[in-house]
């Protein structure tokens, strides 16, 4: 499946990277996947989230780690034996 995203990378003024990041929507713009990296450690987190079928947010992970160094959408991040009543998987 191709995502849309969007990429950010912030610099001080001294030219040094300070933070990166990446957002991934569905074909509607809504977020899916945020993901940002630990510069220090090289380390990308991701928060996921879900929806209600209206297409309304009803559910936002907490960061965790993907296990990758470089931002590459997570499938089957979010794992749970059942949906949230009015959640949806995407």
């Known amino acids: 499946m191709?995502?849309?995203?969007s990429y950010s990378r912030t610099y001080d003024l001294d030219g040094n990277v300070t933070s990166e990041g990446k957002q991934f929507v569905d074909a509607m713009g809504r977020?899916?996947?945020?993901?940002?990296?630990?510069?220090?450690?090289q380390q990308v987190f991701a928060?996921?989230?879900?929806?209600?079928q209206g297409g309304v947010p009803v559910l936002?992970?907490?960061p965790a780690p993907?296990?990758?160094?470089?931002f590459k959408y997570k499938?089957?991040?979010v794992t749970a034996t059942t949906t949230p009543p009015g959640a949806e998987r995407r």
């Open 66 to 70: 993907t296990n990758n160094q470089a």
């Open 60 to 62: 936002t992970t907490l």
């Open 2 to 5: 191709n995502r849309n995203w």
């Open 47 to 52: 928060t996921q989230s879900l929806n209600n």
């Open 31 to 41: 977020p899916t996947q945020t993901q940002s990296k630990n510069l220090a450690e």
């Open 75 to 77: 499938d089957g991040f």
